[in-house]
């Protein structure tokens, strides 16, 4: 798995489109985006994902027919997904039939609208043929902006577009919460009871038909390549997270400002967990994973960090209402168990899985943290390339509204993972170690997933436009990947992967922050100014090599030339 997807461009008079693997993507009439994708997704019971795995394509001009078969997760679906165009319609169908009885959560089409209709207006039609007009959301939705879907009508590049959805009822969620570029139209409204099942036999057939009115008018070219810096407040602390790999842990020098350690108290090797990390020169920014009904467990966790040096201190519920945020409880409990430490540290709280349950659960915070938290995991709905690359303008986005939720408290982004470290939707429980050493690590060496490009050369330059994208006044810290192993910026044995120089980079970066927005969400700087000199860092995250003029606050310009998936240093004295 790389950074580039194979495509296959499809075109029947206006209409064009790009497959890749199973997904129809990039949908335009006229050279005008119209869905950003669709595709037919399966998900069992724990929102697991089995692969849609392409047969055949078969191209008959006006009409496109992927014979498909699902595999893994124990499903065992067959049948195709088709598109047929006419001058302006696009239809898009899937027949697919399960061989064997199968529990799932979803199973359908789903539609991605893209970022860029952000407040446009929207049209809704119900199942029972009112209308609703209403906008797609500005500001990240918490929850679902539109429900009982049979139909959907808005303004794009001149076009009248409607899109009319069968087979099931639909509603839409905002995927921004998941640095997804999209809004996401899905099938089976998430108020009924799932999983439910699919009898041996039966068939799955939806149909999703997009008609255009109007004359379009593509978007005109965008900025030119033009990073202008602003300089004010400090460029956040950068930190890596404590390695949850088994032992024994290599000899590497320390990197960033702080390493993260999550530990849940219900393993029965937190305590290794913490020795490890504590060895470590490092101070500690430590976040507890507690029972709700077990707080009393703080105390003795509180008791271990004495001598550690701790930069701030974190806990969020493992179950319950409340699960993976930090309600009053349990904050409170944290706290009295410093105060019975006598530890003075920072108590932080929000959300350790995304941005979605800060968003969502709000309200459970105490409004008195001296920080809030927020993890990122940008490869939780797709682990495509183009997820990777997009999700950096969403992680602005992300940024800027958790700020604004902070009301002037700072802001501490991670743990940032490209995979997730934990199953966060899962009705199953946990894995869990069963030994109290760390010989076969803890954490998310049991319950993550690990990413091929953990390792490669082009994940620096991502890392790079992610901390800047992250980089908006009131976020104070951001914690990256692991120390080591698979999910590392070293190997196992202690060897660094690329990723390593550009967190080396950017923990380098001292004084006055220099923060750009980018002009097209692929290329990014961040920066900073100490005395008479200026550091920048610039990536780019397009498949092809850009060039970009960068300028400093005092209007002193650079030109910086940078191949595909890479970054750049710029330092200017004087």
Request: glycine share 8%; proline share 7%.
């Amino acid at each position: 798995m790389g950074w580039h997807t194979p495509s296959r461009a499809w075109a029947s008079g206006p209409w064009t489109l790009a497959l890749r693997g199973d997904e129809l993507a990039d949908i335009r009439y006229g050279g005008v985006s119209v869905l950003r994708s669709t595709r037919a997704v399966v998900r069992d019971l724990d929102w697991n994902t089995p692969d849609l795995v392409v047969d055949e394509v078969a191209d008959e001009g006006a009409a496109l027919v992927m014979t498909v078969h699902s595999r893994g997760f124990g499903s065992s679906f067959s049948g195709t997904v088709s598109v047929t165009a006419s001058d302006t319609e696009l239809e898009v169908a899937a027949d697919l039939v399960s061989a064997s009885a199968f529990a799932t959560n979803r199973t359908g089409l789903v539609v991605l609208h893209p970022p860029q209709l952000a407040g446009s207006a929207l049209e809704v039609q119900h199942a029972d043929g009112s209308i609703e007009r209403t906008a797609f959301p500005a500001a990240i939705s918490a929850h679902q902006p539109v429900l009982d879907i049979s139909r959907l009508s808005w303004e794009a590049g001149g076009l009248r577009v409607a899109t009319r959805f069968e087979g099931d009822v639909f509603e839409m969620e905002d995927q921004r919460n998941w640095t997804d570029a999209s809004y996401k139209t899905y099938n089976r409204p998430l108020a009924l009871p799932f999983p439910y099942e699919i009898a041996a036999g039966d068939t799955v057939r939806q149909r999703v038909t997009i008609r255009v009115e109007g004359m379009s008018v593509p978007a005109a070219d965008g900025a030119p390549d033009r990073l202008e810096l602003a300089a004010g407040g400090t460029v956040p602390q950068i930190g890596v997270c404590a390695a949850t790999g088994p032992d024994p842990a290599p000899a590497a020098h320390p990197v960033g400002q702080t390493l993260l350690v999550e530990l849940d108290l219900r393993a029965p090797n937190w305590r290794a967990a913490l020795r490890r990390a504590a060895a470590s020169p490092l101070p500690l920014d430590v976040r507890f994973v507690v029972a709700p009904d077990r707080y009393d467990l703080l105390a003795g966790a509180v008791a271990e960090l004495a001598g550690a040096a701790v930069a701030r201190v974190g806990v969020f519920d493992a179950s319950g209402d409340a699960r993976h945020v930090s309600p009053r409880a349990a904050v409170h409990a944290l706290r009295t168990a410093l105060d019975a430490a006598g530890l003075r540290a920072p108590t932080v709280g929000g959300s350790r899985a995304h941005f979605t349950e800060l968003n969502r659960e709000r309200h459970r915070l105490p409004g008195d943290l001296d920080g809030i938290t927020v993890a990122l995991t940008p490869l939780f709905h797709s682990t495509g390339a183009e997820q990777l690359v997009e999700s950096a303008a969403m992680q602005r986005l992300v940024a800027r509204q958790a700020v604004a939720m902070a009301a002037g408290a700072p802001v501490h982004v991670g743990p940032i993972t490209l995979r997730p470290r934990y199953n966060d939707v899962a009705t199953a429980p946990e894995p869990m170690p069963a030994r109290t050493d760390l010989a076969d690590g803890y954490g998310a060496q049991f319950t993550g997933a690990d990413d091929p490009r953990q390792t490669s050369a082009e994940l620096a330059a991502w890392t790079i436009a992610s901390a800047a994208a992250l980089a908006v006044p009131g976020v104070s810290s951001l914690s990256y990947f692991e120390e080591w192993g698979p999910r590392g910026i070293r190997s196992s044995s202690g060897e660094p992967y690329p990723v390593a120089e550009a967190i080396e980079a950017l923990a380098s970066l001292r004084g006055e922050a220099l923060r750009a927005d980018s002009p097209d969400g692929l290329i990014w700087a961040i920066g900073a100014s100490h005395g008479a000199e200026s550091t920048v860092l610039v990536a780019n995250l397009d498949a092809s090599r850009r060039s970009a003029d960068v300028v400093l606050p005092n209007g002193d310009a650079r030109t910086v030339d940078l191949p595909a998936f890479g970054w750049h240093r710029i330092t200017v004295r004087g």
